[in-house]
């Protein structure tokens, strides 16, 4: 079920703690998709939090659950600007940047390495990413990391005990929209 998925990989978003989450989800139906996503959508858009669907290839679908507030944020940080400005990105709107990622998800043979933007990772990590070919990282956990390590780590624990705690509490019959954190 979608929202079991939702919830074991999107955790950190749901509360609040980190900008979007990117996902894998197997299914057949593309339109009982997009329902399930409309239900979802119903208890996440006034929580100020949004699931989109980012690609399907008639068996396996790409979601993307995110916050656009934080989005807007992240998006407008100079080093971020300056990678998206350099990969040919409307800067100017991160709506439209999310329009130009997923054309660019489901048109290049190359998964956008710049998605560490749209995912909340720090710049100065998706810079060194790219810089770098994915080499010399001076940690791995969600993301790999060429900044502030220290920094990273916690981030990474935080993130993976909001998960269990979620995944628990939901076991425990605790509903959707409780775990849903609403944010301004």
Known sequence: MLIDTVIARSAPSLAGLKTANMFGYVCADKDQLIGEIRVINRTLVPRRA?????????????????????????LAHPLAQEILSQLGYPTDNPARCLMELQRRVNESEEFPHEVGLFLGYPAVDVYGFIANKAQCAKCVGTWKVYGDAEEAEKRFR???????????????????????????
Not at 165 to 176: G, I, L, P, T, V
């Open 158 to 184: 935080m993130y993976k005990k909001c998960t269990r705690c979620y995944q628990c509490s939901y076991a425990r019959c605790a509903s959707f929209e409780k775990l849903v954190v609403a944010v301004s």
């Open 50 to 74: 949004r699931l989109i669907l980012l690609s399907f290839d008639g068996r396996r679908a790409l979601l993307y659950l995110y916050r656009p507030s934080f989005l807007r944020r992240d």
